[in-house]
Every structure is written in C-alpha cells, then in structure tokens.
C-alpha cells in the first residue's frame, strides 16, 4: 500500500499541529455531520481530515482541550436573542451552585491529579482510486498534574483501535496508519505514548482554561457570567459555524479538562446558561457507564447536537457526545456517533 494516500485526523496530539491548522480543523468539525460528499465546500481532500464521525466538540481528548489554546482578537459579539431554555439553565445554574459548595480535589505533595479519558471517534483513509474508507474507533488518555503545577505533567496516549464491527480493510488500513505513526521521521513524535512537560507545556503549548487564558492565569478570568461569555465571543469571532454554537464548544473545553477550579467551572455553567440554542437533551444520558444530565446546542443545520453530560452531584462535566437529529443511511436520528468520557482522581504516582 505504498501509494495508498492516508488523511490525517484530528486526534488526541493536536497540540502539535500549529494553530492555522488548528482553526482549520475546528471549522471543519463543526461542520454538518453526513453531509454529501459532493458538496466542494466540506468534502474530504487528501490533506482533509476524514470526518464522519468525530466532530470538534467531541474534538479530541480532554488533554488536547488542556494543551490547546490561542487568541483571535476581535469585536465583541452579543447576540439578542434569549439565553438557553428554562430546563437547560435551570440544570446549568444548579451544576454552577454545586461546584461553588463542592471542594476541589486536594492533591498533595507528590501526588497528582489523574485525568482519564475514553472516545469513541471516527477515524478514516482515502484509496488511490477515491474510494473513502470511514470508520469507528476507541481511544484515551491520562493526564498526570503534579500537585505543582509548574512541576513536569505527564501524557500516556493510548493507541486508536477501531471498533470489532469495522470491515477488515478498515481494519487494514487502520493499522497501515498505525504502523506510520510508529516510525515517523525525527523530530514528528509518534502520537502514542508517554510524554512529558514542564508545567505542561505539551509541544509547547502552555495548558490553557478556556482559548486564550493559560489555566496559570485562570484566576484572572471574569467570574462574572455576562463578561465571561462577552470574552468568549471575542476570541472565538469568526470561527466556527455560528457565534452560539463556537461558544458553547469554547466553554464545553474548558469545562471537561477536569483542571479548572470550581469558581470558574460555576462561572462557565452559567455563562452556557447565557447562550442562546442550547437546550436540556437527556436527563439520565449513559457514557462510559455512568449516568448524567446532557446539555447541548444543535448544529445549525439541525443534522447534529453537541452534548456536555454533567454529573448533578459533582457539578463536573463526566463526558461529552454527539447526536443525530436526522436520519441518514444506517444511522438513524438519536444514533450517537461519538462520545468521550472523562475520569478524575488524586493518585500517588505517574508513569
């Protein structure tokens, strides 16, 4: 298969990719779910990522949502329309209320704060006679932060497996692409593995809180829910689909890195709680085995809806998922398509 052309993806190393690519990226994700590949805007190139089943929201791992950050300047964008329905910032404001009352997890000295993620993701290759091979795939993660930030994190990245229902040449050309990333050239890491950063600046990226504040700088971030959401916009104008839809995504990140402390978590639920389009989607949503409340906003051709599942007792986000809100062969409307889940704990070591 050596003339065989394989498409990058989105995966768990975004950091690594440089922040043009990184915007291209996001913008492409958000993009409808399913939508025809005839369609010149949107469809898969060689250098395209191969999107049929992952979306930015679902965008990569909680660790990548950690190392990724940037700044757009731009106007202030304020829509008028009303904020979320009565249902979705009446669960947003109690998950903002419980993380106000609920303590952070005190990681002592040598210990850490363990992040643990799962997905469920599409991965995908195209042939040299243009036929585009799609499949489903599981992944994951830990994160290590030791209890001094500024201290070395550690990131295990877990191989991509593709799902035991995948075809056998998905099966195939999975692996063809996992055996690339095993020898790729020096100076372009393998994305599977362990590595290691000074204040967890994986691939020089500092970790941030939300697009553009390092999580260092956290503190500094408004508390106030309006101006949060006010700094949102800002930075993430012109991105995305729609000003909504980028923001929730935009706080969703910072929301799920398990990493931010519980005034700006309660601060972000309710800035969600701002937004108009985002709606209450399940009160008892399943990933990963455990249950919780789903919040999300639709995409704005109403093919897919971006969830945050969020654990009522916590007040953390436990997971993310994307939905189908039509059907399309195969896969009818309510068909997840994606999910990730995300796990903390304080342990005693890190590999």
């Given amino acids: 298969m050596d003339d065989l052309q394989l498409l990058r993806e989105m995966r768990s190393d975004v950091g690594s990719a440089p922040p043009a690519t990184l915007a291209r990226g996001r913008e492409k994700l958000m993009a409808k779910i399913g939508q025809s590949s005839t369609a010149e805007e949107t469809r898969p190139k060689a250098t395209d990522t191969p999107i049929r089943f992952r979306r930015r929201f679902l965008f990569a791992s909680a660790a990548a949502a950690l190392i990724v950050g940037g700044i757009v300047v731009a106007d202030v964008v304020r829509p008028g329309a009303p904020g979320a329905t009565a249902e979705a910032a009446e669960v947003l404001n109690n998950a903002a209320a419980v993380s106000l009352h609920a303590s952070d997890a005190v990681v002592g000295a ?85 590595v290691r950063a000074p204040g967890g600046a994986f691939y020089g990226n500092e970790p941030a809180a939300i697009i553009g504040t390092p999580l260092k700088d956290a503190g500094n971030l408004p508390k ?116 990730s889940s995300v796990r903390t704990s304080v342990v005693n070591s890190a590999p």
């Fill in 110 to 194: 040598g210990q850490y704060l363990k992040i643990e993620t799962k997905e469920l993701t599409g991965g995908g290759a195209q042939t040299t006679d243009g036929r585009e091979v799609n499949w489903q795939e599981t992944t994951g993660g830990k994160v290590y932060i030791p209890a001094n930030r500024e201290g070395e994190w550690v990131w295990n990245r877990e191989p991509r497996v593709p799902l035991e229902s995948s075809t056998d040449e998905a099966k195939a050309l999975a692996a063809e692409m996992a055996e690339r990333d095993s020898h790729r050239p020096a100076g372009q890491p393998s994305s599977v593995g362990i």
């Fill in 224 to 339: 106030d829910p309006r101006a949060l959401l006010d700094l949102v916009y800002e930075r993430t104008k012109g991105a995305g689909k729609t000003p909504d839809s980028e923001a929730f995504v935009t706080i969703a990140d910072g929301l799920r890195t398990g990493a931010v402390p519980a005034e700006l978590r309660a601060a972000l639920y309710k800035a969600a709680a701002l937004i108009p389009g985002v709606t209450l989607s399940d009160r008892q949503a399943t990933v990963d085995g455990r249950t919780g409340t789903a919040i999300g906003i639709p995409s704005p051709d109403g093919a897919a809806r971006t969830d945050i599942i969020i654990d009522p007792a916590s007040g953390l986000v436990i997971g993310e998922q994307s939905v189908l809100l039509k059907d399309y062969p195969g896969s009818p409307a309510g068909t997840v398509t994606s999910w």
